[in-house]
């Protein structure tokens, strides 16, 4: 092999192993972002799993209830209640002051 068709030769590897490197490159962060995009939705799905209509506090089943058109979430055990994103807002914009605090009543069993 003379100088001139080395020369070629480590041209021909250069420029390939830059284009074969860069597609390595690209298909790794592509794999990557598949990977982070599933183990997110898996973990999403897992903890949702794991914690769905579960207690913060105590870890027991919570139990929707429907009250005076508002859902809470009590906690069969300890009676911490949750509220959905939205719900407190609505009964605070739909409920005049007397009938907020009726319903204050009957949420706290008194
Ligand atoms: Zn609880």
């Known amino acids: 092999m003379d100088e001139r068709s080395r020369k ?26 598949e990977r982070q995009a599933k183990e997110t939705a898996e973990q999403r799905s897992r903890l949702k799993e794991l914690h769905w209509m579960k207690c913060p506090k ?13 859902e809470i979430d009590r906690c069969t055990f ?9 719900e407190l807002e609505l009964l605070f914009l739909k409920k005049g002051a007397g009938q907020r605090q ?3 009543r009957r949420l706290l069993g008194i």
């Open 102 to 104: 009726s319903f204050m």
């Open 8 to 33: 070629r030769e480590d041209d021909w590897f250069l420029q390939n192993e830059k284009k074969l490197l860069e597609e390595a490159r690209k298909a790794r962060e592509k794999r990557d972002a």
């Open 58 to 70: 105590c870890g027991h089943d919570l139990k929707t209830q429907a009250l005076e058109g508002i």
């Open 78 to 86: 300890c009676e911490g209640f949750f509220v959905d994103a939205g």
